[in-house]
């Protein structure tokens, strides 16, 4: 199994219009850092996503080595949060099942994560078992699970009944989640295809949930996909910069751990 505490060696990542492949640099091994993404159109087909490694393979052959820690990014797939007791008692299934659509050949996973609160969504087990075809030492965690325990981490704790949402900006998803007193109370991700979308989306959640504040994520020397509606309609009061995606999942594992 993965360290815990590790970042891991290389990150495939997966959404609805695209595959990311970052490998991490290890100079020590003389390894260089590599970064590209490969369009897709369907969400999770296996044989695009074949094409999308396939390419990747091609245009850096280092990907061909033995990895030992793989991990697997699921960025915009819907999910649900729940009390952690209920992966344990076989309960998850049917709670699942009422907010998300589990299809058959689904694998239902779910993501530990601060405040004995657990993530629950789906994933292809076709798209699992093929990337593990590549590399077997993959591990997929959703991307909110990552987000969420960044944001427990990094962000001054919330006073009591003090709610807020954080904004997350990556490729085409806009990924929002919102809490209250330290506790997950909202997690949804959008999909976003201009600047109009990112406005709808945000100033409709911040309406709807009325947060006291609003907070922008954003990874370190990545730069935003769209901006953020302006001030006279949505107010961004904190921004919070975070640390690479690599640096993001092992914190990640040592908070799940």
Known sequence: MPNPVNPPELIISLSRDKVGVHLLAQPQSGRVGWKS?????????????????????YLNPSLIDQFYDVAVVVVDRPNVFVPQ????????????????????GDTLSSDFISGDTAIAYCVPSGTINLIREYYSNSDHVHLTSVLW????ELAPPSENQHSRLFYFLTGSSLIIIG????????????????????????????????????????????ELPFDMPGDT??????????PDLHTLIATHRSCAS
């Not at 993404?37 to 695009?48: A, H, K, L, R």
């Not at 998850?92 to 659509?101: D, F, G, Q, T, V």
């Not at 325990?149 to 427990?152: E, K, L, R, T």
């Not at 949804?188 to 947060?211: E, H, N, T, W």
């Open 233 to 242: 309609y949505f107010r961004i009061h904190q921004r919070l910069e975070l």
């Open 37 to 57: 993404s490969f369009p897709i159109v369907g969400g999770f087909m296996e044989d695009q996503i074949s094409n999308a490694l396939d390419t990747a393979l």
């Open 179 to 222: 809490e209250t007193g330290g506790k997950l109370t909202f997690s949804k991700s959008f999909y976003v295809q201009d600047q109009g979308d990112v406005a709808y989306y945000s100033i409709a959640c911040a309406r709807m949930l009325k947060p006291k504040e609003n907070w922008l994520l954003n990874i370190q020397d990545e």
């Open 85 to 104: 007791f209920y992966t344990g008692n076989g309960m998850l299934p049917e709670i699942a099942s009422r907010y998300l659509r589990v299809r058959s």
């Open 149 to 152: 325990n960044a944001v427990n």
